[in-house]
């Protein structure tokens, strides 16, 4: 072991010692080498598993006769009052960008050994307000994780939300979204052309975000659209 390594564990263990990690699932003190979440919690976290099943699948379902997706994949269920539903409300809301990262870096693993393939992935925006005072987009950090697993790029910036006023909307393509106050549009058209394109998000519910930024990437004319989140919210 060389000088330098020892003098850094040593840093290391010191602040440890001081400045502990908590498990963003349980509150628990994290060991050393634990990330983020504890042992108990990581094997705790219930598996989606939808890649095992990316055609039919209850992501899948909620997409059905609205958006065509070649596959539609989840690292994880999530449920109210859970440890996802706590690691979830930590990334977005409590500046813990890494957890984001590893969990595209674990679901990038399960994806890598299954063999899958996308030419590049592209986060659902954030409302540049929000991002500005967050720091970051939650979905970017998870797609920042799978890249790097799978070893293809991702680009934050293909998508993004913009805000009208009421007349801009009137005179807009955006008409048959009235209403809304925000829309999704797509800034690097030439990117996506031909590409089979995984598009991230961080929880699924309804599912209308994916489908409005799913569209743009399909009007935009890529040969195939993929969505995948942290988890998806099955009854
Ligand atoms: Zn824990």
Redesign the pocket.
């Known amino acids: 072991m060389s000088q330098l390594k020892r003098i850094h564990d040593y840093a290391n263990d010191f602040l440890h010692l001081f400045f502990p990690e908590y498990?963003l699932?349980?509150s628990?003190v994290l060991y050393k080498h634990e990330r983020n979440?504890?042992l108990?919690?990581y094997l705790d976290m219930p598996k989606a598993n939808y890649h095992n099943n990316p055609a039919d699948n209850a992501l899948n379902t909620k997409f059905r006769g609205r958006t065509p997706l070649r596959f539609a994949l989840a690292y994880l269920l999530y449920r109210k009052g859970s440890?996802v539903q706590a690691m979830i409300h930590k990334l977005k809301y409590d500046g813990e960008r890494d957890m984001g990262v590893y969990f595209g870096q674990l679901y990038g693993q399960d994806l890598r050994e299954k063999g899958y393939h996308f030419d590049l992935i592209v986060p659902v925006p954030l409302h540049p307000h929000k991002k500005q005072s967050r720091g970051y987009n939650q979905a970017a950090a998870f797609a920042e994780g799978l890249a790097q697993e799978l070893n293809i790029p991702f680009d934050e910036d293909v998508l993004a939300k913009h805000i009208f006023t009421k007349s801009q909307t009137k005179k807009s393509r955006w008409e048959r979204w009235a209403g809304l106050e925000s829309s999704i549009g797509i800034k690097k058209a030439d990117l996506v052309q031909a590409k089979h394109i995984l598009l991230v998000d961080d929880v699924v519910t309804t599912g209308s975000t994916l489908e409005m930024c799913g569209q743009e990437l399909l009007n935009a004319g890529c040969a195939s659209l993929s969505v995948a989140a942290i988890a998806n919210a099955a009854d």
Request: some cysteine; charged content about 0%; hydrophobic content about 35%.
């Open positions: 498990c699932g349980c628990q979440i504890c108990a919690c440890a």
